[in-house]
């Protein structure tokens, strides 16, 4: 669905800030575990190595970091902040949400606080949560962060999910920008909830609440249809990015950077090539970091601007697409920098 966005004030990410735990995992650290190998895991998912928490250690945990850097890039103060958006498929607990927990770790005194679950697109929809709000006068400032834990609902036994996701956190500040100055350009995001039998996790919930069969059934991890999402993915990253990019008016050549989820370096590179971005204006951490659903983007906004790679003033692309089916873009200006 293409978002009516209105008139009002504009909203720009004026600090980003990341996070992933220390614990490198490589591809042959996996080969250990399931029967995989690296050449396996770099032809078909062009991951090399990805981040593991260790046991214990919380979405909150990762994002307060990624929310520090992102503040102290912004000179803004935790207190100064109107809302929290957290988006996540692995809060630290079903309640309270991990945005309130993360208020708390903050010191962001009492705005409001929530999660929001879009899995792989929760970024791209948390922040036109975030700009709806301020575009309308009702926020200034909003946290928007992208965080999961995947190692807490991945089943180290699978060889079809252990090997692609990681755990991380990208921060992004959104600010109401000073009048004339440019920041969101457009935003589209879309469902298709007849998707959600291809990628789920079917105990926890109010469906199935946890029990000592739901533990025996080893129902409490991430199941995927590997081969249904790609071929759905692929196709929806690809229109997604081409919608966006028409709807903010902006041809590939003006682009600056596309900063897709890392799912998968195949479908990345369909999309790119589809949308004629050419391969230097693409934003690829997976080799890195994996798949961390909804901190891919965040994170990747974060390390492309420390790698500077992103200039004030330059048009960046974000798509994304992935379990609900859920898919988002966003075509922004980046207000960052000198
Ligand atoms: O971010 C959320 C959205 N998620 C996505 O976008 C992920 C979309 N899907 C994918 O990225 C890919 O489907 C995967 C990377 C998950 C799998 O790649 P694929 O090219 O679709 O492989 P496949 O599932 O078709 O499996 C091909 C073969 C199979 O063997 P046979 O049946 O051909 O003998 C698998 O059993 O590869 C085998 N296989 C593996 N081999 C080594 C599956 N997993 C592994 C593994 N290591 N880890």
């Known amino acids: 669905m293409t978002q009516t966005r209105g008139q009002g004030f504009e909203s720009g990410i004026t600090g980003v800030g990341k996070y992933f735990p220390d614990r490198a995992v490589t591809n042959h650290d996996l080969e250990k575990i399931v029967d995989t190998n690296h050449d396996w895991i770099v032809e078909r998912t062009g991951i090399h190595e990805r981040r593991f928490a260790d046991p214990g250690v919380t979405s909150t945990d990762l994002a307060v970091h990624a929310c520090r850097q992102a503040l102290d890039m912004a000179g803004v103060k935790a207190d100064e902040l109107d809302g929290i958006i957290v988006a996540t498929v692995t809060p630290d607990m079903m309640f309270p949400s991990s945005g309130c927990v993360l208020q708390q770790k903050l010191g962001a005194g009492r705005c409001w606080a929530f999660d929001l ?8 929809y948390a922040a036109s949560v975030a700009d709806s709000m301020i575009r309308s006068g009702a926020a200034r400032r909003v946290m928007v962060v992208g965080v999961d834990v995947m190692t807490s609902i991945i089943d180290m036994t699978d060889r079809n999910t252990c090997i692609l996701f990681g755990d991380g956190a990208g921060a992004t500040l959104f600010e109401r920008l000073p009048e004339g100055e440019e920041g969101m350009l457009a935003l589209e995001l879309g469902a298709d909830g007849s998707g959600g039998e291809f990628l789920y996790m079917a ?3 109010s469906a199935k609440p946890a029990s000592a069969e739901t533990v025996a059934n080893r129902e409490h991890y991430v199941v995927q249809d590997g081969q249904s999402v790609f071929r759905a993915a692929v196709q929806g990253m690809a229109q997604v990015t081409l919608n966006v990019l028409d709807q903010a008016g902006v041809t590939a050549e003006e682009v600056a950077l596309f900063v897709p989820h890392q799912a998968n370096l195949r479908i990345i590179n369909y999309a790119a090539k589809k949308a004629k971005l050419a ?13 961390t659903t909804a901190a891919t983007i965040p ?3 974060c390390i492309a601007h420390e790698e500077g790679r992103l200039a004030k003033g330059d048009l960046v692309l974000a798509t994304t ?9 966003a075509v922004l200006r980046w207000v960052l920098g000198d």
């Open 117 to 124: 679950s879009a899995a792989c697109s929760g970024w791209v």
């Open 203 to 205: 105990a926890g919930g």
């Open 279 to 291: 391969p230097e204006k693409v934003m690829v951490t997976i080799d890195r970091f994996g798949n």
């Open 299 to 301: 994170s990747s906004l």
């Open 321 to 329: 697409f992935g379990a609900g089916f859920t898919w988002g873009g």
